[in-house]
């Protein structure tokens, strides 16, 4: 079952992302939930965003509601308490605000629906998170809000799970691409120690650097990644990585891969964490076909893919030719339809 994996992990947090609307992460999110419950582990429940509304605010299309057992502890806005079925205990006011009101935390007493609305800040995200485990939650389940990913960022989450589905693109070889980009990102490995010594420094400074491998040092670049592509490019000379702080643009790799010969491998892209990068799939594939690599300094490892099989404007693909086409895609990690199993990963 999916919250065995939860279980296994020894994560502490996760997070729950779509990469797109209807992509069935609110139905991951009861799957884990009701799992949870029936395990009898209490959860703490909380988005980095708005979740749990009955109707979509901007497609006005109905949505699934977040169902939370009783004694799931769960942190949201104040001004959205109201709309729950669920009876709540109120345990405490935080110093954290939102635009519906400061974050609170409340304890589940009679079982029903509620609204999540999180913290924006990762920062004020991860304070929640630790508030819920100190009121008795044994893990926190964070709802990741469309295209918010940083709930995955490994300050906030040591684990993600990640929806997929028909909703994210036009064909089923591009859901599959999609995933396999995002999955990419989340995974990736650390550096060498010498290159990590060296993006730390490099990181605190929140300066670009670049590390030489064959000179076995480093430099500080005196050029920022965002706006500033084209001076990086000038400094880059013979590094072997860059290490970017910040976020990596499609900009940032169109400028890299016009700087290097295409003959030759583009330095491999070392980023605090993989939710660092926002160049879009087609865009990385240029890179790493080029030779390119990322490497990250954290990561949230993804314990499992779900899948919704269908869109709202219609069926993409059969259940099992989409769900098992990801499975064998993404093999070994296990691929979910919780529309039609909630107890086995589809077989590759």
């Not at 609307?21 to 884990?32: C, E, I, P």
């Not at 395990?39 to 605010?57: F, I, K, N």
């Not at 929640?128 to 918010?148: F, K, P, S, T, W």
């Not at 040591?158 to 396999?180: E, F, M, N, P, Y």
């Amino acid at each position: 079952m999916l919250f065995q994996l939860v279980a296994q992990s020894g994560a502490h947090t996760v997070a729950v992302v779509g990469l797109a609307k209807n992509a069935g992460k609110t139905v991951a999110l009861n799957s884990l939930v009701a799992q949870a419950a029936h395990a009898q582990v209490t959860l703490g429940l909380t988005s980095l965003g708005y979740d749990g509304e009955p109707v979509d605010r901007l497609t006005r299309q109905a949505k699934p509601r977040i169902f939370a057992p009783a004694g799931t502890i769960i942190a949201t806005a104040a001004g959205i308490l109201e709309r729950a079925s669920a009876s709540l205990e109120l345990l405490r006011i935080t110093a954290h605000s939102t635009v519906l009101g400061p974050v609170v935390l409340a304890r589940v007493r009679e079982p029903g629906t509620v609204e999540l609305a999180g913290p924006a800040a990762l920062a004020d995200l991860q304070q929640v998170a630790e508030a819920m485990l100190a009121y008795g939650a044994a893990q926190v389940i964070i709802d990741g809000a469309l295209n918010r990913v940083g709930a995955a960022a490994p300050r906030v989450s040591q684990a993600t799970i990640l929806a997929t589905g028909a909703s994210v693109a036009a064909s089923s070889v591009q859901v599959i691409a999609r995933t396999l980009h995002a999955v990419g990102l989340l995974t990736a490995k650390p550096p060498s120690q010498a290159v990590v010594d060296a993006a730390r420094a490099a990181f605190a400074a929140e300066r670009v650097g670049y590390w030489h491998c064959e000179r076995g040092a480093w430099q500080s670049a005196q050029a920022t990644a965002l706006g500033q592509p084209a001076q990086l490019m000038a400094e880059l000379g013979t590094a072997s990585h860059l290490c970017v702080p910040g976020a990596v643009t499609n900009s940032l790799i169109q400028a890299l891969l016009q700087a290097v010969p295409a003959n030759v491998a583009p330095p491999t892209l070392v980023v605090p964490a993989g939710t660092h990068v926002f160049a879009s799939p087609a865009v990385w594939q240029r890179y790493l076909a080029r030779g390119g690599r990322l490497a990250a300094l954290e990561a949230a490892p993804v314990l499992a893919v779900t899948v919704n099989p269908t869109s709202p404007t219609g069926r993409l693909a059969t259940a099992t030719n989409l769900g098992q086409a990801l499975a064998k895609a993404l093999h070994p990690l296990p691929v979910y339809d919780l529309f039609h199993d909630e107890q086995n990963p589809i077989e590759p």
